[in-house]
C-alpha cells in the first residue's frame, strides 16, 4: 500500500511564504513524477508544478517565479517552497504521485490528503 501524506499548508499573509512537504511511504519500487495540484472553492483542481524522477522542473504560468519543486529522492519527499503569496494562491493544495509499487511492473497515480493553505490578512 503506497500513501502520500502532505504537511505545511496554513495562514499566511501576503507576500508571505510556506513550504509544503509530501512524503511517499509503502512498498515502493519507484518514483516517478511528482505532481502539485490546488483545487480553490468552486473551482476546478488544477497543476501548480511537476517534478520528474530527474529533478526537472515545470510550472503553470500563475505560479513561476514564486513557486520552486524539489525533491530528496532519499527521503521519498517533495517540497513546494511558496513565495511571494497572494490571495489567489487560497486553495486545497494536493500531491499527486506516479509510483511504481514493490512486485509491480506498472506504475500507478497516488494522491495526498491535501492540505489547506490560506493567504489573507
Known amino acids: 500500500q503506497v500513501q502520500l501524506v502532505e504537511s505545511g499548508g496554513g495562514l499566511v499573509q501576503p507576500g508571505g511564504s510556506l513550504r509544503l512537504s509530501c512524503t511517499a511511504s509503502g512498498s515502493i519500487f519507484s518514483i516517478n513524477a511528482m505532481d502539485w495540484f490546488r483545487q480553490a472553492p468552486g473551482k476546478q483542481r488544477e497543476l501548480v508544478a511537476r517534478?520528474?524522477?530527474?529533478?526537472?522542473?515545470n510550472y503553470a504560468a500563475s505560479v513561476k517565479g514564486r513557486f520552486t519543486a524539489s525533491r530528496d529522492n532519499a527521503k521519498n519527499t517533495v517540497y513546494l517552497q511558496m513565495n511571494s503569496l497572494k490571495p489567489e494562491d487560497t486553495a486545497v493544495y494536493y500531491c499527486h504521485g506516479t509510483i511504481t509499487p514493490s512486485g509491480s511492473s506498472y506504475s500507478n497515480g497516488y494522491w495526498g490528503q491535501g492540505t489547506q493553505v490560506t493567504v489573507s490578512s
Open positions: 517534478i520528474t524522477s530527474d529533478g526537472s522542473t
